[in-house]
């Protein structure tokens, strides 16, 4: 993934092999798999990594993450940076997806995917957290 956004927020702990993260502004509490040492506790700017199990663009709706507590199994939100095989959304939180390579795992139905489309991600599990 040739992407990395950066995103700010808090350090909250560990949750068994997970960190913590709060994203600024929001009252998400991701579980995220550390990728590269276990980031201290308190501020921090982070890259959060996510590989897509499925990709859809859609027509409308807010920006999101769910589940708001554990491993994030799902974003949408506006992408803020698209290449070939990855994307960058702003969902809440600054979240670098790595897109299906399978047939059918992008679905266009409400246009292609490029700066300003709306996109509802299905992650495959172990989204990362790295520092920034």
Do not use: W
């Amino acid at each position: 993934m040739s992407l990395a956004h950066a995103t700010k927020g808090t350090v909250l702990g560990t949750q068994g092999s997970a960190v913590v993260f709060q994203p600024l502004n929001t009252t998400y509490n991701l579980y995220l798999q550390p990728a590269n040492g276990t980031p201290a506790e308190g501020p921090a700017a982070v890259v959060v990594k996510a590989t897509a199990r499925k990709v859809y663009t859609v027509p409308s709706g807010g920006l999101f993450v769910s589940p708001i507590m554990g491993p994030p199994k799902t974003f949408q939100g506006r992408v803020i940076d698209a290449k070939d095989d990855s994307i960058t959304l702003d969902c809440g939180v600054i979240v670098n997806v790595k897109l299906p390579n399978i047939a059918g795992g992008v679905e266009l139905a409400c246009g292609p995917i490029s700066v300003g489309s709306l996109v509802n991600v299905i992650a495959v599990a172990g989204a990362t957290l790295e520092k920034a």
